[in-house]
């Protein structure tokens, strides 16, 4: 078999030959060793938000990509009655306020720069200016740009003013490590095929139960309502429909690969360094990144396009797709950025192997970039 190009990408990820092979099964949805298969993982995701049922949390597994679970929560969490405020400083916040439009969801947007770090003491002010905000939703990692945002101040601020807090870990959950209960998430939103390496199919969310149990009869959606799906995940271990098999075999497997490699930790490690021999790297070919220093975070980095007449992104996507390196598009509103992941099965060996083709790449573009201090 031809070996797979690298993804380089916010997901789907590279995985190992281990996670695809688990694949290798057809197992009944009733099937015991499936039930038991849900139950693991189930309590294996609990495990890496650093909490557990008897501490009053619960791991929702729900069918889709990440969207719907995020979907799922908007759309099952907020009462009629309620009011949503959406921190937003990139396309996955954005992407937030679209599901409440569709919902018909009141909600309230405070912007920020796409590198900008939101200011807690604005998040303070909109709250105390509106008494009628119920629920705040923020995203961990903006994968727009790779930005961290501040989940733990702002859940001290959700907690103090009474207020539901919703979070989307989607890039991030496994690979920064995060304790559900002290960051007082309510509930919190990942998926199958990022930081944890498992192949696409579902999303999952960890939820505080005293949270979860408000949610009875209020979703808008017969498919996505999260406390149907908890109903049923706890009644008899299954899903209410078609559940994804296949890629719940590999994410158990994936569970066990991030335990082997040191949990959350081990896998921060690789990341970090996946992530500083990309950027010494590409510094030294001559790219900028987008985000100041104290801003970056390790799971995906947005570099600006170089400024050379022979710069062109789809030739230098296809160029590098030919050598079997898979990047991605930036997502800007004004800059002209592409980014490159750093998370997934890679390691630095497979980054110096991408700066290898990116140089070639360069030289066959015709671009010859000035490195600050050197020509
Ligand atoms: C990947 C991602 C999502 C979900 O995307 P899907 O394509 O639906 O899996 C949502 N939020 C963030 C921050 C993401 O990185």
Redesign the pocket.
Known sequence: MKKDKLLFT??PLTTSATVKEAMLRDLGSRDFEFIQTVQFVREKLLAVGEVSKSEGYEAVIMQG????G?ESVISSVIPASGHLLIVVNGV?GE?ISTMAKVHGIQQTKLMFDENEVPDVSKIEAAIDADKSITHLAV?H???TTGIINPIEAIGDLCSAKGICYIV?A??SFGAVPLNVKKTKIDFLIS?SN?CIEGVPGFSFIIARKESLLTCEGQARSLSLDLFAQWKGLEADGQFRFTPPTHSLLAFAQALRELEEEGSVIGRAQRYKSNFETLLRGMKALGFKEYLEEEKRGYIITCFHYPEHPNFDFKKFYEFLNEKGFVIYPGKLSRVNCFRIGNIGRITTTDVQQLLEAIRVTLAEMGILLVVEGRV
């Open positions: 916010p997901g990509s990440g969207t719907f995020i996955y992407r995203i990692c903006e994968t989307d989607m890039s998926s990022k």
